[in-house]
């Protein structure tokens, strides 16, 4: 069974930064590209991030948070991190990890399997 776990969410001062962490258990972790989706309260979950399976070469990610957000992933490890710097406050939803094994997607439908999920929040 493939379980994926989101770790290192917060409570965190605008202008500051987290590390999101996401472990994955039961899969052949290189083999999947690795997404990271978020959804603010009343919100739809939107795309914020994509790496390529294997070596992760290839990223995307969303204009909002481009430059500011960094996907890495330690195949070593079977982890995924989402670097975040410079939190706005519109960055405060709940950020999901996600794995599938069609290559690097911006849709939610090319994901397999999800995460449960963890809090970001930044204060003004």
């Known amino acids: 069974q493939v379980q994926l776990v989101e770790s290192g969410g917060g409570l965190v001062q605008a202008g500051g930064s987290l590390r999101l962490s996401c472990a994955v258990s039961g899969a052949a972790f290189s083999s999947y590209a690795m997404g990271w989706f978020r959804q603010a309260p009343g919100k739809e979950r939107e795309f914020v991030s994509t790496i390529s399976r294997y070596g992760g070469g290839t990223t ?3 204009e909002s948070v481009k430059g500011r957000f960094t996907i890495s992933r ?3 490890k079977n982890t995924v991190y989402l ?3 410079s939190l706005k406050p519109e960055d405060t939803a709940d950020y ?3 794995a599938g094994l069609s290559g690097v997607s ?4 090319a994901y ?6 963890t809090q970001v ?4």
């Open 60 to 62: 995307y990610y969303a």
């Open 74 to 76: 330690d195949n070593a």
């Open 83 to 85: 670097q975040m710097n």
């Open 96 to 98: 999901y990890c996600a």
């Open 106 to 109: 911006l849709v939610r439908s």
């Open 112 to 117: 397999k399997y999800w995460g449960q999920g």
């Open 121 to 124: 929040t930044v204060s003004a």
